[in-house]
């Protein structure tokens, strides 16, 4: 029997029982779209990751200082006094590192008018804008001028001028109060986007003025630098550790009172994390995947009982072990296809709203697909060989004698 021949039989007897043929391709379908959707928001979400990480700088390196120990309880990095600015300038000059700046921060409440918000009022210097890479949609950043004079001004991330009911154009050169002490906002950064907590959501001020006005004490949080080179990364790092242990007197084999993270490491467990949550999703995929098959092997197992005289007939007649193995298979694997096909589709359009339900940007790709696909038709080859291999194997009197 040619390979024609068996299509052309396969989908005849396709078509006698057509609710049956949908119902045992709904497993392959729902499978199918499973696996397409999955990992369409998967890639999206790992994306998603790895762009906000990147979003935070340029080749950043961040040094935190320790964690401060209150009452036995171990604080958060960088709420110990271990870090100044001195310390910072010292980072500034070492080799590979091309831009740095000094970090403190806290969460302050903003308003303006009758529109109120709370988020994070970092005090920092103009390099800020380099080292983290931000850009202006409208206005300027914050000058050495204003650093060295302890001005009152701010730059606004995009969320919170919408959180105050601003436009960037009016939010420049109007007056908010941050914790009750007013500042005229004089720029307002580009959106960067991206998953996880918002980037987009702070105030920037000069660090000499927050130092002053809003954070007690004279240390930093963390010194933000930009390295000139990803490969230096290490390199810098290492010398950054050397520099601060000789200034703050760490001998032997004590611990460190800062510590720091690079964007390479942060990148690295983004992308760890997107890796495990895809592999979930696809392994829940394949299970219904292979459910799928098992329906596909079922139905074809009844078909063959239910067809044992025609199987008889066909031997009696010359049809050989091989047409009958082949006939079945073929069956078994258009089902797949077709189950395949339309599950491709519908994974297609579940992954744009799955992606928009969780505000992840996804899509369905060729790839993604192309997995989807095959893997269908491998467990419809798998599926339906034994009971190809079964029909094959009726003897010819024993089958014609059935009722």
């Known amino acids: 029997m040619s390979l024609f021949e068996a299509l052309r039989l396969a989908l005849r007897r396709l078509s006698v029982n057509k609710l049956r043929t949908a119902l045992t391709a709904l497993g392959v379908i729902i499978g199918v779209a499973a696996v ?11 994306t998603q990751l790895t762009q906000g990480v990147a979003s935070l700088g340029t080749n950043l390196v961040s040094v935190q200082a320790g964690a401060a120990t209150t009452g036995g309880v171990r604080g958060a990095a960088g709420t ?10 010292a980072i500034g000059g070492l080799p590979g590192v091309s831009a740095f700046a000094p970090e403190v921060s ?7 008018g009758q529109s109120n918000t709370t988020t994070t009022v970092t005090g920092t210097t103009a390099a800020e804008s380099q080292v983290r890479g931000y850009t202006l949609q409208v206005g300027t950043f914050m000058s050495s001028l204003e650093y060295d004079r302890k001005l009152p001004v701010a730059v606004l991330g995009p969320t919170t001028v919408t959180d105050l009911g601003l436009t960037p154009a009016s939010a420049v050169g109007s007056s908010v109060k941050i914790n009750g002490i007013p500042f005229t906002v004089i720029g307002v950064t580009q959106p960067k986007g991206g998953g996880g907590i918002n980037p987009d959501d702070y ?6 003025t927050a130092a002053d006005r809003l954070v007690a004490g004279g240390t930093l949080r963390s010194v933000s630098l930009s390295v000139s080179d990803p490969s230096v990364t290490t390199f810098v790092s290492a010398e950054i550790t050397a ?3 000789q200034r703050h007197g760490i001998a032997g084999t004590a611990q460190d009172d800062f510590s720091i993270v690079s964007q390479d490491q942060l990148l690295a467990v983004a992308d760890q994390q997107a890796s495990i949550i895809s592999n979930f999703l696809i392994g829940i995929a394949a299970i219904a995947l292979l459910i799928g098959g098992i329906g596909i092997a079922n139905t074809m197992l009844v078909a063959v009982r239910e067809r044992t005289r025609e199987i008889g007939t066909r031997k009696a007649i010359g049809a050989r072990q091989r047409d009958l193995r082949l006939q079945f ?11 395949a096909i339309v599950g491709a589709v519908i994974g297609a359009i579940a992954t744009s709203l799955v992606g928009r339900a969780i505000n992840v940007s996804a899509h369905a790709s060729l790839t993604g697909v192309g997995i989807a696909v095959a893997a269908a038709v491998v467990v419809g080859i798998l599926a339906g060989y034994w009971p190809a291999r079964q029909a094959a194997r009726l003897d010819p009197v024993e089958a014609l004698r059935h009722e």
């Open 106 to 112: 806290t969460n302050a409440l903003v308003v303006r």
């Open 243 to 245: 520099l601060l242990r």
């Open 36 to 46: 397409v959707a999955l990992l369409g928001v998967g890639d999206g979400a790992r």
């Open 203 to 208: 105030v920037l001020v000069p660090l000499t």
């Open 80 to 89: 110990a006094t271990t870090l100044t600015t001195d310390d910072a300038t």
């Open 329 to 339: 298979l073929v069956e078994a694997v258009l089902v797949t296809i077709g189950g």
